[in-house]
C-alpha cells in the first residue's frame, strides 16, 4: 500500500481522530520494516512531547512486576551454584541448637547505671519498656533503645535517646523538656510524641501525636514545628527532611504490643522485625527490598510473623543455625529471606 | 524536563536497582502514554512498558551515558509497538467486521473519521450485554470459536449459542441505528 502518512495523520491518530482507513495506513508504517526516516522524526518529536506526562495512573504494580521477572531470570541464571545445599545439610544437624538458643533472646536484662547525675535505660533487643522519668514524664522504649537523663530535673529538662521511644511529656510551667538525639534536638510543652532515631538509621522519625513540638538540627541548620499528626523525617546522610501527614496512632502501636508494617518496603520491614525480635535478617535478593508490604502483629512469634509473609508475599525464609562468635557467645539468630523458587 | 542525569545511568549500569527505579518513574508514564496513543490499549500499553524496562535491565552493561537516553529509550519503545500493531492487527480486523456488520453505514464506512468514537461504543455496548450473551458473543466474535466449542465449553446447545449472537447483533445494531438517528456519532463530535 502507497505510504501516504504525514504529521497531521500522526497526531490526529494519536488524538483518537481516524477512520479505519487511516488505521491502516499507521499500521502499515508501523509494521513495516523498511520505514522512512521521516516519519520516525515526527514520532520522536511526538514521543518528547509526552515527556510530562503526569496525570496517569500509578505505574507502580508494572514495577513490581518487572522486578519480580528480573528475579526470576536472574535466578534461572545462577542455578547450580548454591550454596543453599550446604546450608541444608547443617541444617539438619544444628536444629535442636535452636531450640535451645532461643530462651537466650532475654538473657541481657536492662541496666541502670549512674554516672555523675545522669541515668540510663538500656532496653535489650527484642523487648519493650515502659519508663517513667522523676519529673512523671512516662513513656515507652523500644528494643535496642538507650535513655539518658539527668536525675535531678530543673528547669531545663533534658533526655538523650537513640533508638526508638514514645513520651508523654508532663507539662511544667517554666520547664521545659528536651529530647536530644544524634542529629536534632526536639523541644516540647506537655504533648506525646514517637521518636525513632536509631544510631544504624540514617533516618530520624519524629511523630506527633498530641501538642506542640519544636525540632532543631544538630548539624543541619533547620527548625521546624511539629502540629499533631505530622510526621518529620530528617535524612543525615542527604542532609533532606521530609513532613508529612500520618495517622499518629499507627507510630505508636508498639507501645501497645503492636508491630505495625504499613505499606513500607522490605528493607525497612526486615530492620523493624529485627530490632522487634532481636534477630539478624539478610535479605540475599536486592530486588526484594522493595517489596512493599503491609501487615500488623501483636504477639505473635518470629516464626509466625515469617510464615505469614511468606503466605503473603513471594518470598520464603530460612532461619539459620546460630553460630557463637569468636568468645564463644552465641550470635544473634540469622534469617534469610529470598525470592520464592 | 531535566533529562535524567548521567550519574543515575552511571548507577544503573552497576546494577543499582534503585537507579533503575528512578529511571522507571521518570520515563514509565512518558512510554506508556506514547504507546497508549498509537495501540489504543490499556493493556498493550502496560506490556510494553513492562517488555522495554526489562530490556533496558538486561542490556544495562551497554547501556551508553553520554549520548541522549530519551533517543536510547524511544528506539526500544518504537520496536515494541511496532510488535504489538502486529499482534493487535487481528483483534483489530474482528472489531472492524462487528462495527460494519453492525453500523449500517456502509458506503463511507472506512473513511469515517470517528472510528475511535466507534470502537469506543462498542466496547461500550459489549459490556451492557447479559452476562452469557456476553460471553457467547466474545468467543464467537473475539476469539473465533466455532459454535460446537462454545456450546461444549459453556455446556449449551449450539442452537442457543446462535440464538445468543443473534441477538448480540441485533442488539448492536438497534444501538448503533438510534446513536446515528440522535447523530451522536459524528466527526464534528471531536472539534473544539
Redesign the interface.
Known amino acids: 500500500m502507497e505510504n501516504k502518512i504525514n504529521y497531521k495523520t500522526l497526531l490526529?491518530?494519536?488524538?483518537?481522530?481516524?477512520?479505519?482507513?487511516?488505521?491502516l495506513d499507521?499500521?502499515n508504517w508501523?509494521?513495516n520494516v523498511r520505514n522512512d526516516v521521516e516519519v520516525?522524526e515526527q514520532?520522536?518529536n511526538?514521543?518528547?512531547e509526552?515527556?510530562?506526562?503526569?496525570n496517569?495512573k500509578s505505574?507502580h504494580s508494572?514495577?513490581e512486576?518487572?522486578?519480580y521477572?528480573?528475579l526470576l531470570?536472574e535466578k534461572k541464571n545462577e542455578k547450580g551454584k548454591s550454596i543453599w545445599q550446604y546450608y541444608r545439610q547443617v541444617a539438619a544437624i544444628l536444629i535442636p541448637l535452636i531450640a535451645i538458643s532461643a530462651s537466650l533472646y532475654f538473657f541481657t536484662k536492662p541496666s541502670q547505671t549512674t554516672a555523675q547525675a545522669w541515668s540510663e535505660i538500656n532496653v535489650p533487643e527484642g523487648a519493650r519498656i515502659e519508663f517513667l522519668l522523676p519529673d512523671s514524664t512516662s513513656g515507652w522504649l523500644n528494643s535496642g533503645a538507650k535513655l539518658k537523663y539527668n536525675a535531678e530535673f530543673t528547669r531545663h529538662r533534658k533526655v538523650e535517646l537513640t533508638g526508638e521511644a514514645f513520651f508523654k511529656v508532663k507539662h511544667r510551667e517554666n520547664s521545659d523538656f528536651t529530647v536530644g538525639v544524634n542529629d536534632m534536638d526536639i523541644k516540647v510543652l506537655g504533648t506525646q510524641f514517637n521518636v525513632s532515631a536509631y544510631a544504624n538509621e540514617t533516618v530520624t522519625e519524629v511523630v506527633l501525636k498530641e501538642g506542640k513540638v519544636e525540632i532543631e538540627g544538630k548539624t543541619a541548620t533547620f527548625n521546624q514545628v511539629l502540629h499533631p499528626g505530622e510526621k518529620i523525617s530528617y535524612n543525615h546522610e542527604k542532609n533532606s527532611l521530609n513532613k508529612l501527614a500520618v495517622d499518629a496512632n499507627i507510630s505508636s502501636a508498639w507501645t501497645n504490643g503492636y508491630l505495625v508494617i504499613d505499606d513500607e518496603p522490605l528493607a525497612q520491614a526486615a530492620k523493624k522485625l529485627e530490632r522487634w525480635y532481636g534477630v539478624e535478617i539478610a535479605i540475599q535478593d536486592?530486588?526484594l527490598?522493595?517489596f512493599r508490604f503491609k501487615a500488623t502483629f501483636q504477639e505473635e512469634t518470629l516464626d509466625e510473623v515469617l510464615r505469614y509473609i511468606a503466605i503473603t508475599t513471594p518470598i520464603s525464609y530460612k532461619i539459620e543455625t546460630r553460630d557463637h562468635n569468636s568468645s564463644g557467645v552465641l550470635k544473634k539468630k540469622q534469617v534469610v529471606l529470598k525470592l520464592k523458587q | 524536563?531535566i533529562p535524567i542525569e548521567s550519574k543515575i545511568l552511571k548507577e544503573l549500569k552497576k546494577g543499582d536497582?534503585?537507579a533503575f527505579?528512578k529511571i522507571?518513574e521518570r520515563y514509565?508514564?512518558?512510554l506508556?502514554?506514547?504507546s497508549l496513543?498509537?495501540l489504543?490499549s490499556e493493556e498493550a500499553a502496560?506490556d510494553i512498558?513492562?517488555e522495554v524496562?526489562?530490556k533496558i535491565?538486561?542490556n544495562r552493561k551497554e547501556l551508553k551515558t553520554d549520548t541522549s537516553f530519551?533517543?536510547y529509550l524511544?528506539t526500544i519503545?518504537?520496536n515494541s509497538?511496532?510488535k504489538y500493531?502486529?499482534q493487535l492487527?487481528r483483534l483489530?480486523e474482528l472489531k472492524?467486521d462487528i462495527l460494519f456488520d453492525s453500523s449500517g453505514l456502509k458506503s463511507d464506512?472506512?473513511?469515517?473519521?470517528?472510528?475511535?468514537?466507534m470502537l469506543d461504543k462498542l466496547e461500550e455496548l459489549i459490556k451492557q450485554m447479559p452476562e452469557k450473551r456476553r460471553e457467547v458473543f466474545i468467543k464467537k466474535k473475539i476469539e473465533e470459536k466455532s459454535l460446537k466449542e462454545i456450546s461444549e465449553e459453556l455446556n449449551i446447545t449450539t442452537k442457543t449459542v446462535e440464538y445468543h449472537i443473534t441477538e448480540a447483533m441485533r442488539f448492536l445494531k438497534s444501538e448503533f441505528d438510534k446513536l446515528q438517528i440522535q447523530g451522536l456519532i459524528f466527526?464534528h463530535l471531536?472539534i473544539g
Open positions: 490526529d491518530f494519536s488524538k483518537g481522530r481516524y477512520s479505519y482507513n487511516e488505521y499507521i499500521k508501523f509494521t520516525e514520532l520522536f511526538q514521543w518528547q509526552f515527556s510530562d506526562s503526569t496517569t505505574l508494572i514495577f512486576k518487572i522486578q521477572n528480573i531470570e536486592e530486588v527490598k522493595n | 524536563m536497582h534503585s527505579e522507571f514509565s508514564k512518558q506508556f502514554q506514547f496513543s498509537y489504543k502496560e512498558v513492562q524496562f526489562i535491565w538486561n530519551q533517543s524511544f519503545a518504537l509497538v511496532r500493531f502486529n492487527s483489530n472492524h464506512f472506512d473513511d469515517r473519521s470517528d472510528y475511535q468514537a466527526f471531536f
